[in-house]
């Protein structure tokens, strides 16, 4: 079975630039998360779709950063304008269900933002 | 409240037990977990217990929990090399969110 993949791996840009970063969920997931993980922390829940609609973004900062789930498989977070305080590892998990599933991460994807 | 705490750093010699532990505050917490993080990678699973056990053994791992003192420990016997990563404690909250602490390194010297 495919674990969940994310791309691109890294990316540098610059402050005020916009940036996109896509996830692919294991097969039949019905559940997906994206996480911000900021150096020496633990990952922080951004939203949380259940097919394509959103069961949690209150902690998304929803006035630069944004994120769909158009078909209920693939998703895509975007990051506009970027701050250099975005610079983190965002990861991207996904789960059978909603309640009582482990979440299975992907590798994650290293923004840098000078 | 949402906070779950670790110690930072944990330095063991191959071959001995390393023990990590983590606080948490919700004491609703109906499931808590140990992730592992190895470097350029996400976080994989590696035992979870359920709120209304005191410990689970699984091969060279032992979880015990503290329900009374909010506390929760990871014993690794025999450790490797392989062991040598990040490990993170987090807890799942009334709303299915989990929140996870920040993390322990582990580093394995031969």
């Known amino acids: 079975e495919a674990g969940v993949a994310q791309s691109p791996r890294y990316k540098i840009i610059e402050k005020r630039q916009s940036v996109a970063f896509w996830c692919n969920p294991i097969s039949g997931h019905a559940t997906l998360y994206w996480y911000q993980q900021i150096l020496g922390q633990g990952p922080k829940l951004l939203i949380q779709?259940?097919?394509?609609?959103?069961?949690?973004d209150s902690q998304l900062p929803k006035d630069r950063f944004s994120a769909e789930r158009l078909k209920g498989v693939d998703s895509t977070l975007k990051i506009q304008p970027a701050k250099l305080e975005d610079s983190a590892v965002y990861l991207c998990a996904s789960s059978l269900a909603l309640v009582g599933y482990e979440q299975f991460f992907g590798p994650g994807t290293r923004l840098t933002v000078l | 409240g949402e906070d779950v705490e670790q110690s930072l750093f944990l330095s063991v010699r191959e071959g001995d037990s390393s023990v990590i532990n983590c606080t948490y505050t919700d004491s609703s917490s109906t499931y808590l977990y140990w992730y592992k993080q190895e470097p350029g990678a996400g976080l994989q699973l590696l035992t979870y217990?359920?709120?209304?056990?005191d410990m689970k053994q699984d091969q060279r791992l032992t979880v015990l929990l503290n329900k009374k003192d909010k506390h929760l420990s990871l014993r690794i016997a025999d450790t490797q090399t392989g062991d040598s990563a990040i490990y993170f404690c987090?807890?799942?909250?009334?709303?299915?969110?989990?929140?996870f602490g920040a993390g322990t390194t582990v580093t394995v010297r031969a």
């Open positions: 779709f259940q097919n394509n609609g959103v069961v949690d």
């Open positions: 217990i359920f709120s209304n056990m």
């Open positions: 987090a807890e799942r909250l009334n709303d299915y969110k989990l929140s």
